[in-house]
Protein backbone atom coordinates (compact mmCIF):
# COMPACT_ATOMS: atom_id res chain seq x y z
CA UNK A 1 0.00 0.00 0.00
CA UNK A 2 2.96 2.18 0.79
CA UNK A 3 4.15 1.79 -2.19
CA UNK A 4 1.15 2.48 -4.25
CA UNK A 5 1.00 5.74 -2.66
CA UNK A 6 4.03 6.77 -3.76
CA UNK A 7 3.74 5.64 -7.54
CA UNK A 8 0.15 7.17 -7.72
CA UNK A 9 1.59 10.52 -8.49
CA UNK A 10 3.96 9.96 -11.23
CA UNK A 11 1.80 8.25 -12.73
CA UNK A 12 -1.21 10.41 -12.93
CA UNK A 13 1.50 12.94 -14.26
CA UNK A 14 2.34 10.43 -16.70
CA UNK A 15 -1.43 10.05 -17.58
CA UNK A 16 -1.85 13.86 -17.80
CA UNK A 17 0.99 14.90 -20.11
CA UNK A 18 -0.33 12.07 -22.30
CA UNK A 19 -3.79 13.05 -22.76
CA UNK A 20 -1.84 16.62 -23.35
CA UNK A 21 0.38 15.11 -26.19
CA UNK A 22 -2.45 13.75 -27.40
CA UNK A 23 -4.54 16.83 -27.68
CA UNK A 24 -2.26 18.52 -29.05
CA UNK A 25 -1.45 16.53 -32.12
CA UNK A 26 -5.30 15.77 -32.72
CA UNK A 27 -4.62 20.03 -32.63
CA UNK A 28 -2.81 19.89 -35.04
CA UNK A 29 -4.24 18.04 -37.34
CA UNK A 30 -7.74 19.91 -37.38
CA UNK A 31 -6.60 23.43 -36.90
CA UNK A 32 -5.59 25.08 -39.90
CA UNK A 33 -1.69 26.60 -40.48
CA UNK A 34 -1.60 30.17 -41.48
CA UNK A 35 -1.84 31.22 -44.70
CA UNK A 36 0.96 32.75 -45.77
CA UNK A 37 2.26 34.03 -49.09
CA UNK A 38 5.31 33.36 -51.63
CA UNK A 39 7.58 34.06 -54.21
CA UNK A 40 7.10 33.15 -57.77
CA UNK A 41 10.83 33.22 -57.89
CA UNK A 42 11.77 31.64 -54.93
CA UNK A 43 13.87 28.24 -55.64
CA UNK A 44 13.32 27.06 -51.59
CA UNK A 45 10.34 25.40 -52.29
CA UNK A 46 10.60 24.08 -55.45
CA UNK A 47 12.16 21.19 -54.29
CA UNK A 48 10.94 17.71 -54.93
CA UNK A 49 9.21 15.28 -52.23
CA UNK A 50 11.36 13.07 -50.55
CA UNK A 51 10.39 10.39 -48.50
CA UNK A 52 11.10 10.70 -44.58
CA UNK A 53 14.34 9.13 -43.48
CA UNK A 54 13.10 9.46 -39.81
CA UNK A 55 9.49 8.78 -39.75
CA UNK A 56 7.85 11.01 -37.03
CA UNK A 57 5.96 7.79 -35.21
CA UNK A 58 10.09 6.75 -34.87
CA UNK A 59 10.87 9.98 -33.65
CA UNK A 60 8.34 9.52 -30.74
CA UNK A 61 9.61 5.87 -30.18
CA UNK A 62 13.36 7.03 -29.98
CA UNK A 63 12.61 9.97 -27.86
CA UNK A 64 10.43 7.91 -25.25
CA UNK A 65 12.19 4.48 -24.86
CA UNK A 66 16.19 5.47 -25.37
CA UNK A 67 15.79 8.13 -22.71
CA UNK A 68 13.77 5.77 -19.87
CA UNK A 69 16.33 3.25 -21.02
CA UNK A 70 19.03 5.75 -19.91
CA UNK A 71 16.84 6.77 -16.57
CA UNK A 72 16.64 2.91 -15.70
CA UNK A 73 20.31 2.25 -15.77
CA UNK A 74 21.22 5.36 -13.83
CA UNK A 75 19.00 4.48 -11.31
CA UNK A 76 20.78 0.64 -10.97
CA UNK A 77 24.28 2.28 -10.51
CA UNK A 78 22.85 4.90 -8.22
CA UNK A 79 21.18 2.30 -5.86
CA UNK A 80 23.27 -0.92 -6.31
CA UNK A 81 27.02 1.59 -6.59
CA UNK A 82 26.22 5.42 -4.40
CA UNK A 83 23.36 5.30 -2.14
CA UNK A 84 23.13 1.77 -1.40
CA UNK A 85 21.60 1.94 1.92
CA UNK A 86 22.65 5.16 3.08
CA UNK A 87 20.22 7.40 1.18
CA UNK A 88 16.54 7.00 0.77
CA UNK A 89 13.83 8.92 -0.91
CA UNK A 90 10.01 8.88 -0.29
CA UNK A 91 8.87 5.94 0.25
CA UNK A 92 11.67 3.84 -0.13
CA UNK A 93 12.51 3.05 3.58
CA UNK A 94 12.06 -0.99 4.32
CA UNK A 95 11.85 -1.74 0.66
CA UNK A 96 13.53 -3.31 -1.96
CA UNK A 97 16.57 -2.01 -3.96
CA UNK A 98 14.48 -3.20 -6.99
CA UNK A 99 11.43 -1.01 -6.08
CA UNK A 100 13.51 1.85 -5.32
CA UNK A 101 14.26 1.90 -8.93
CA UNK A 102 10.67 1.48 -9.60
CA UNK A 103 9.98 4.67 -7.67
CA UNK A 104 12.89 6.73 -9.04
CA UNK A 105 12.49 5.70 -12.33
CA UNK A 106 8.78 6.45 -12.09
CA UNK A 107 9.13 10.10 -11.23
CA UNK A 108 11.72 10.84 -13.42
CA UNK A 109 9.39 9.55 -16.75
CA UNK A 110 6.80 11.61 -15.68
CA UNK A 111 8.74 14.56 -15.65
CA UNK A 112 10.39 13.60 -18.70
CA UNK A 113 6.93 12.85 -20.54
CA UNK A 114 5.82 16.48 -19.15
CA UNK A 115 8.67 17.84 -20.64
CA UNK A 116 8.14 16.31 -23.98
CA UNK A 117 4.34 16.92 -23.64
CA UNK A 118 5.17 21.02 -23.72
CA UNK A 119 7.71 20.80 -26.25
CA UNK A 120 5.28 19.18 -28.82
CA UNK A 121 2.53 21.65 -27.69
CA UNK A 122 5.23 24.84 -27.74
CA UNK A 123 6.37 23.20 -31.47
CA UNK A 124 2.73 22.71 -33.04
CA UNK A 125 1.14 26.49 -31.79
CA UNK A 126 4.50 27.90 -33.59
CA UNK A 127 3.89 25.68 -36.66
CA UNK A 128 0.55 26.26 -36.93
CA UNK A 129 1.05 30.72 -36.34
CA UNK A 130 3.73 30.95 -38.36
CA UNK A 131 3.24 28.42 -41.51
CA UNK A 132 6.11 28.67 -42.86
CA UNK A 133 6.23 26.64 -46.36
CA UNK A 134 8.52 23.67 -46.37
CA UNK A 135 11.19 22.61 -49.99
CA UNK A 136 8.51 21.09 -51.00
CA UNK A 137 5.47 23.51 -50.88
CA UNK A 138 4.77 23.74 -54.62
CA UNK A 139 4.90 20.05 -55.78
CA UNK A 140 2.39 19.13 -53.10
CA UNK A 141 0.09 22.13 -52.98
CA UNK A 142 0.16 22.96 -57.17
CA UNK A 143 -1.38 26.34 -56.39
CA UNK A 144 -3.95 27.47 -59.29
CA UNK A 145 -1.35 30.18 -60.75
CA UNK A 146 1.37 29.93 -63.30
CA UNK A 147 4.00 29.51 -61.31
CA UNK A 148 6.44 28.68 -64.23
CA UNK A 149 5.93 31.66 -66.54
CA UNK A 150 6.43 34.00 -63.22
CA UNK A 151 9.81 31.58 -61.86
CA UNK A 152 12.13 34.35 -62.84
CA UNK A 153 10.06 37.48 -61.84
CA UNK A 154 9.76 38.52 -57.86
CA UNK A 155 6.51 38.55 -57.85
CA UNK A 156 5.05 37.64 -54.36
CA UNK A 157 1.39 35.76 -54.70
CA UNK A 158 -0.64 36.01 -51.54
CA UNK A 159 -4.07 34.91 -52.91
CA UNK A 160 -3.87 30.92 -54.07
CA UNK A 161 -5.40 27.76 -53.59
CA UNK A 162 -3.99 25.04 -53.68
CA UNK A 163 -5.47 21.90 -56.04
CA UNK A 164 -3.69 19.20 -54.28
CA UNK A 165 -6.56 16.07 -54.19
CA UNK A 166 -4.64 14.32 -51.49
CA UNK A 167 -4.33 17.58 -49.35
CA UNK A 168 -0.72 17.07 -48.17
CA UNK A 169 -0.35 20.83 -48.60
CA UNK A 170 -1.67 21.26 -44.96
CA UNK A 171 1.73 19.81 -43.90
CA UNK A 172 3.72 21.48 -46.56
CA UNK A 173 2.79 24.86 -44.44
CA UNK A 174 3.68 23.38 -41.75
CA UNK A 175 7.84 23.86 -41.30
CA UNK A 176 8.98 26.00 -38.52
CA UNK A 177 9.63 24.62 -35.76
CA UNK A 178 10.92 21.40 -37.05
CA UNK A 179 9.41 18.49 -35.01
CA UNK A 180 12.01 16.21 -35.31
CA UNK A 181 14.91 18.99 -34.15
CA UNK A 182 12.81 20.03 -31.22
CA UNK A 183 11.81 16.77 -29.67
CA UNK A 184 14.62 15.25 -30.41
CA UNK A 185 16.79 18.46 -28.70
CA UNK A 186 14.64 18.66 -25.81
CA UNK A 187 15.19 14.61 -25.21
CA UNK A 188 18.99 14.75 -25.57
CA UNK A 189 18.96 18.17 -22.91
CA UNK A 190 16.49 16.35 -20.64
CA UNK A 191 19.14 12.96 -20.99
CA UNK A 192 22.40 15.24 -20.28
CA UNK A 193 20.65 17.15 -17.67
CA UNK A 194 19.51 14.24 -15.29
CA UNK A 195 22.84 12.25 -15.69
CA UNK A 196 24.49 15.89 -15.08
CA UNK A 197 22.59 15.75 -11.78
CA UNK A 198 22.52 12.38 -10.71
CA UNK A 199 26.15 10.93 -11.45
CA UNK A 200 28.28 14.10 -12.47
CA UNK A 201 27.20 16.04 -9.29
CA UNK A 202 27.61 12.90 -6.70
CA UNK A 203 31.02 12.64 -6.51
CA UNK A 204 31.06 11.66 -2.76
CA UNK A 205 29.02 9.25 -3.52
CA UNK A 206 31.40 7.44 -5.68
CA UNK A 207 33.59 7.81 -3.33
CA UNK A 208 32.47 6.05 -0.99
CA UNK A 209 33.54 2.00 -0.41
CA UNK A 210 31.39 -0.91 0.43
CA UNK A 211 32.44 -3.85 2.27
CA UNK A 212 33.84 -7.02 0.13
CA UNK A 213 31.43 -9.76 0.32
CA UNK A 214 31.04 -12.51 -0.71
CA UNK A 215 27.83 -12.09 -2.41
CA UNK A 216 28.46 -8.97 -3.77
CA UNK A 217 30.61 -9.83 -7.06
CA UNK A 218 30.91 -5.80 -7.67
CA UNK A 219 32.26 -4.74 -4.47
CA UNK A 220 35.67 -5.14 -5.55
CA UNK A 221 35.53 -3.28 -8.70
CA UNK A 222 33.55 -0.78 -7.16
CA UNK A 223 35.90 0.00 -4.08
CA UNK A 224 38.95 0.30 -6.75
CA UNK A 225 37.14 2.71 -9.23
CA UNK A 226 35.55 4.42 -6.10
CA UNK A 227 39.34 5.67 -5.07
CA UNK A 228 39.99 7.35 -8.70
CA UNK A 229 36.44 8.89 -8.34
CA UNK A 230 37.23 10.44 -4.90
CA UNK A 231 41.01 11.55 -6.06
CA UNK A 232 39.26 13.44 -8.73
CA UNK A 233 36.83 14.73 -6.50
CA UNK A 234 39.18 16.36 -4.23
CA UNK A 235 41.34 17.74 -6.49
CA UNK A 236 40.85 20.88 -8.61
CA UNK A 237 40.57 18.95 -11.49
CA UNK A 238 37.94 18.37 -14.19
CA UNK A 239 36.49 15.00 -14.22
CA UNK A 240 38.70 14.41 -17.54
CA UNK A 241 41.61 12.04 -15.31
CA UNK A 242 38.66 9.50 -14.83
CA UNK A 243 38.26 8.58 -18.66
CA UNK A 244 42.38 8.64 -19.62
Known sequence: ?????????????????????????????????????????????????????????????????????????????????????????????RQSKLTRVLLRVLHVISWHFLTMAITELLTTVAKLSVGRLRPYFLEVCRPAVDTESCATRPIYITHYECTDPHGSSVGARKSFFSGHSSNSMAAATFVVLYIQGRLVNDCQGWGKTVPNRKDAPLSTFHNGYAQRIKNACSSDRSMGPLFR
Request: glycine share 4%; with cysteine.
Open 1 to 93: MTVLRYIKTPLIDIIASALLWWGTSIASAVIQPAHVGFSCDDVSIRKPRVPEIVSSMLLHWVTLLVPILCFVMVELVKIYLIDQDEEFADGEI
